[in-house]
């Protein structure tokens, strides 16, 4: 837990402002700092900010200033000031300068605070406390909450750039802090209390309208650091292709087939922890796998072809391997990998296979050609992948397989070989459908089967003048 404390230069500078932060003139969010500790970690955030208004505190206000005329901050330096006066005088002209008016420096007074050089609006203690405008202030609690103590000690300065001349905003890290965690869940306010009281370090911050802005204005996506604009789900007006991802992006490309990490601005290309050539651990691969920047593609996504190229010596074999280990993990059916080298690519994933998942009960390799020269087969006209596993009906999987042939036809000799040749196309569309008769036929069968089937065709059909005359 990080707590934002107010803390004051001397006592009762609360009633003084923080920072006034143009948003008019800059185009940098009073937001930024923050949001670039936060999306520079993959732990969880939460920044919090709760207010209420605070009461009028008008007549503390005059006060204050009437202590600050006479050169003190409080009741007791007011009484020690008054006795030092009775005792050494006061001169004329300091009388002349306790009695002016209170008019606030920007709009004519000219009282001034020995600490601030010069005339400037708005610079000395009195002139702020009239701009801090007394009468609409709000009591603010400030509070982070992160998963790390690394993470919650970089957000600690975050929010240092918007305190004032002398009053500021300072981090402090609270470790685990349960009653504090407890007014964050309730929203509650963390008031001064006891020893606090006394001191110039508060637990909450008096706020007016203008400063409680900077703290509860969603700025525009334009406004925010380069880095953390992918991280809002916006759409800034001109956005690099090195901008994060926004969560919408990344639920889209979650489970499946993970292909790398998203590149981002953020990353540090000296960072080698992300390689998978360098993991040593099965957790840690598996934590590199489940990261919020890992993207993933699924069973849709890879019914298109997908390449990885890259020069030599790049790990495109590695990344490979973690593609058919994640495929294996996430997705239902097979996973072929050909290695047409004749290499190690092969067994190596055998042994990562074997790592990570315990066994290789599910796995079949196949050395092509075999030791005694075999080539295995790989059926093509077989309906049972299409109608028991995918559950096709039998005549949509029948015509798939047709086209399916056909397209390797037109491959092997040509389209417009294939295309002319209208009445060889419907013999051997009869042929196919003929042998995957439901009643006659199979569910599978053969090239072998199809040419015997078309030899007898092609001799019975020589002795048949007009099969429509034939008595079936």
């Known amino acids: 837990m990080v707590r934002y404390e107010g803390v004051e230069e001397r006592r009762k500078d609360w009633m003084t402002l923080l920072t006034r932060y143009d948003t008019e003139t800059t185009d940098r969010s009073t937001l930024?700092?923050?949001?670039?500790?936060?999306?520079?970690?993959?732990?969880?955030?939460?920044f919090q900010v709760i207010f209420e208004p605070r009461s009028d505190?008008?007549?503390?206000?005059?006060?204050?200033?009437?202590?600050?005329?006479?050169?003190?901050?409080?009741?007791?330096?007011?009484?020690?000031?008054?006795?030092?006066?009775?005792?050494?005088?006061?001169?004329?002209?300091?009388?002349?300068?306790?009695?002016?008016?209170?008019?606030?420096?920007?709009?004519?007074?000219?009282?001034?605070?020995?600490?601030?050089?010069?005339?400037?609006?708005?610079?000395?203690?009195?002139?702020?406390?009239?701009?801090?405008?007394?009468?609409?202030?709000?009591?603010?609690?400030?509070?982070?909450?992160a998963q790390t103590e690394r993470t919650a000690k970089n957000l600690q300065d975050s929010l240092n750039h918007l305190s004032g001349t002398f009053y500021a905003i300072e981090g402090k890290y609270l470790g685990e802090n349960e009653n504090e965690y407890r007014r964050m869940l309730n929203h509650e306010i963390t008031y001064p209390n006891g020893f606090e009281m006394v001191t110039r370090r508060k637990s909450m911050l008096v706020c007016?309208?203008?400063?409680?802005?900077?703290?509860?204005?969603?700025?525009?996506?334009?406004?925010?650091?380069?880095?953390?604009?992918?991280?809002?789900?916006?759409?800034?007006?001109?956005?690099?292709?090195?901008?994060?991802?926004?969560?919408?992006?990344?639920?889209?490309?979650?489970?499946?087939?993970?292909?790398?990490?998203?590149?981002?601005?953020?990353?540090?290309?000296?960072?080698?922890?992300?390689?998978?050539?360098?993991?040593?651990?099965?957790?840690?691969?598996?934590?590199?796998?489940?990261?919020?920047?890992?993207?993933?593609?699924?069973?849709?996504?890879?019914?298109?072809?997908?390449?990885?190229?890259?020069?030599?010596?790049?790990?495109?074999?590695?990344?490979?391997?973690?593609?058919?280990?994640?495929?294996?993990?996430?997705?239902?059916?097979?996973?072929?990998l050909i290695d047409p080298k004749g290499g190690e690519m092969c067994r190596n994933y055998l042994r990562c296979h074997r790592t990570l998942f315990g066994d290789l009960d599910d796995v079949e390799y196949i050395k092509v050609p075999e030791e005694n020269g075999n080539i295995p087969g790989i059926p093509f006209f077989d309906l049972r992948p299409l109608t028991r596993s995918a559950g096709r009906e039998r005549e949509t999987a029948i015509q798939d397989l047709i086209d399916h042939y056909f397209q390797l036809l037109r491959f092997v000799l040509g389209r417009e070989t294939v295309d002319q040749a209208f009445v060889a196309n419907e013999i051997l569309t009869n042929l196919i459908k003929g042998l995957f008769d439901e009643k006659n036929g199979s569910d599978y069968f053969t090239i072998g089967d199809l040419l015997d089937a078309a030899r007898d065709f092609q001799h019975h059909g020589r002795s048949i003048e007009n099969l429509e005359e034939v008595d079936p």
């Open 32 to 46: 930024s700092n923050l949001l670039e500790s936060i999306i520079q970690t993959d732990d969880s955030v939460l």
């Open 57 to 145: 505190w008008s007549p503390k206000a005059q006060r204050q200033k009437g202590r600050l005329k006479r050169g003190v901050h409080t009741t007791g330096g007011m009484i020690a000031r008054s006795v030092l006066d009775a005792v050494v005088g006061v001169s004329d002209e300091e009388k002349q300068q306790r009695h002016r008016g209170d008019t606030p420096e920007e709009i004519g007074g000219t009282i001034m605070d020995s600490q601030v050089d010069g005339q400037r609006a708005g610079q000395s203690r009195m002139g702020q406390i009239d701009m801090k405008n007394p009468s609409h202030t709000y009591n603010v609690s400030l509070r982070a909450a």
């Open 208 to 336: 007016n309208i203008k400063e409680l802005a900077n703290f509860i204005t969603v700025p525009s996506i334009d406004a925010l650091p380069k880095a953390s604009r992918g991280g809002t789900g916006g759409k800034p007006k001109a956005q690099s292709a090195l901008t994060s991802p926004n969560e919408e992006v990344f639920r889209e490309f979650t489970g499946g087939m993970t292909i790398g990490h998203a590149v981002t601005a953020l990353r540090d290309d000296t960072d080698t922890t992300n390689e998978i050539s360098a993991i040593d651990s099965v957790n840690q691969w598996w934590d590199e796998i489940n990261k919020r920047d890992a993207l993933a593609l699924s069973a849709g996504d890879l019914t298109h072809h997908y390449v990885r190229a890259a020069t030599t010596g790049s790990g495109k074999t590695v990344a490979t391997l973690n593609d058919m280990l994640t495929t294996h993990e996430q997705l239902n059916g097979p996973t072929i």
